[in-house]
């Protein structure tokens, strides 16, 4: 299943000190457009925490001592509450049970912050997206905000989305030899074919290149991100403006779409730029208008 996957990813990440700095670094006040303090004395939903609890982990350092996650399952929880000790967040500011955004075990108006973080490219339908937006609605309290990462839009993603990945993920899916090496994917890989391309180039042009400095680019960070692209078998994208209306139809305003430049210590970091800023003419060839994260605040009816 699509939450076994990622537990087993977000396994990795836990035992990954880059990767977990990567993800709970890329969130703050500014990125959220809020003021320097607004989560002291906020209660705050992650809502598919998943098994790394990175964005906990960062709202926590942005001053909420009272966040609750959920997420299906419950095997989850003992890895999150790892990663909440090894970022020195106490277990007592942390509530995690298990809870699916189709139903949040929590009552109406129960929270002032409410994060769904790449959870609804995985559910089933558009249907269950409208119902689970609902709920994430049904939950915040009013001139509360929900923050909703919500993956391409269908109908303006680039060449990557449209194209590669889907092609490569039909490869990952159908070819035996392939699906091994993504499922067992590690720097050493890497390692180890630039070692031979260093090797047969000198043996064969006299060439001696030094491709040393590639090899710590080559990550942990980065190889599970490349099983996460792969491996998830479900995948929606939207059309243009549906995420939008569904604030809208539940009385959110003052509707922002956000940008974060997330910067990277692997061989990333050389597509950030053009991964952040969308209107280069490069940028909007490979990823269309990007990956769309919005924030919004409830009309207090």
Do not use: W
Not at 58 to 66: K, L, Q
Not at 129 to 140: D, M, N, Q, W, Y
Not at 214 to 223: E, G, Q, R, S, T
């Amino acid at each position: 299943t699509v939450r076994e996957i990622y537990h087993k990813q977000h396994r990795r990440r836990v035992n990954d000190k880059t990767s977990m700095e990567r993800f709970i670094n890329s969130y703050s006040t500014d990125y959220f457009k809020l003021s320097k303090n607004y989560f002291k004395g906020k209660k705050v939903l992650d809502a598919g925490c998943g098994s790394t609890g990175y964005l906990i982990i960062s709202i926590h350092r942005m001053g909420s001592t009272d966040i609750h996650g959920i997420d299906l399952g419950t095997d989850f929880i003992a890895s999150t509450q790892q990663s909440l000790r090894n970022f020195k967040v106490p277990i007592n500011d942390v509530t995690l049970q298990t809870g699916n955004v189709l139903k949040i075990p929590y009552d109406d108006s129960y929270f002032d912050f409410t994060c769904c973080n790449g959870v609804l490219a995985h559910l089933h339908n558009l249907d269950e997206v409208k119902k689970a937006i609902g709920e994430l609605s049904r939950v915040t309290k009013p001139n509360g905000f929900l923050y909703i990462s919500s993956g391409s839009s269908n109908t303006t993603a680039g060449l990557l989305e449209n194209v590669i990945v889907p092609a490569t993920r039909s490869y990952y899916e159908n070819n035996v030899n392939f699906k091994k090496f993504i499922d067992e994917l590690s720097p050493k890989d890497f390692h180890q074919i630039i070692d031979f391309i260093s090797e047969k180039m000198e043996k064969h042009t006299n060439e001696k290149i030094i491709l040393e400095s590639v090899k710590p680019l080559l990550d942990v960070d980065f190889c599970v991100t490349i099983q996460d692209i792969l491996q998830t078998p479900l995948r929606l994208t939207f059309p243009e403006g549906f995420i939008l209306k569904q604030y809208q139809e539940r009385g959110f305003f003052q509707i922002k779409l956000l940008k974060k430049y997330v910067v990277r210590k692997n061989i990333r970091k050389f597509t950030a730029p053009l991964h952040y800023y969308t209107n280069n003419k490069i940028s909007k060839i490979l990823y269309g208008t990007g990956y769309h994260e919005y924030i919004a605040k409830k009309r207090n009816f």
